[in-house]
């Protein structure tokens, strides 16, 4: 059974760099297309970027100057990094997986919730 | 960006009743890239539908993805007590894949 488990720092301060990882088990990395997904109170869900096996990425246009995902030599784990956070930034981050670039997210995290605040 | 919009926000139902939640695109995609996601309270989404009306593994069959162009529906037969939760729609065909705001399903 696939399992993805988030983690990093509950509380970021404003301005500051977030940093969470996504340790995957269960099956192996490669081919597969690894996301991030974030639910800010009161919002939809909203796909923040992925990772493909090979390092390729693609984000969401109105992260994509702050965004940068990175992803393991050993292919255990991928990463999220959003830099200069604001506020609007709190939310629940989820890693999840996709079979494609263009596919539905068949396995989920639990998520982790991150606060921006001083 | 297609931007989805879900109703109702709310529904209200009892246990065995059937439900139809909708789903409206912004404009015309491929039911092909609709998914359809449930989750309960403190849980991650869990996958229910994909290509438009692909059951993922172990959904019970009284969920049932529907629809064309802009108008999309999920309809669950006979609602159980595991079923209250909030229902997402997402599309995936092009970047950036977006997803409705969610259905609640509450008990009545």
């Known amino acids: 059974q696939v399992q993805l488990q988030e983690s990093g720092p509950g509380l970021v301060k404003p301005s500051e760099t977030l940093s969470l990882s996504c340790a995957v088990s269960g099956d192996s990395m490669t081919s597969y297309y690894w996301n991030w997904i974030r639910q800010s109170p009161g919002k939809p869900l909203e796909w923040v970027g992925h990772i493909h096996s090979s390092g390729r990425t693609k984000s969401t246009p109105s992260l994509r100057s702050r965004a940068t995902l990175s992803i393991d030599t050993s292919k255990t784990h991928f990463s999220l990094s959003l830099m200069s956070v604001t506020a609007a930034d709190t939310a629940t981050y989820f890693c999840?997986?996709?079979?494609?670039?263009?596919?539905?997210?068949?396995?989920w995290g639990q998520g982790i919730l991150v606060t921006v605040s001083s | 960006e297609i931007v989805l919009t879900q109703s109702p926000g709310t529904l209200p139902l009892s246990l065995g009743e059937s439900a139809t939640l909708s789903c409206r695109a912004s404009q015309s995609v491929s039911v092909g890239y609709i998914a359809w996601y449930q989750q309960r309270s403190g849980q991650a989404p869990r996958l229910l539908i994909y290509?438009?009306?692909i059951r993922a593994s172990g959904v019970p069959d009284r969920f049932r993805g529907s629809g064309s162009w802009t108008d999309f529906t999920l309809s669950i037969t006979r609602v159980e007590p595991e079923d209250f939760a909030v229902y997402f729609c997402?599309?995936?065909?092009?970047?950036?894949?977006?997803f409705g705001q969610g259905t609640r399903l509450e008990i009545k």
């Open positions: 997402q599309y995936y065909g092009v970047s950036p894949y977006t």
């Open positions: 999840a997986r996709g079979r494609d670039s263009n596919a539905a997210l068949d396995y």
């Open positions: 290509g438009g009306s």
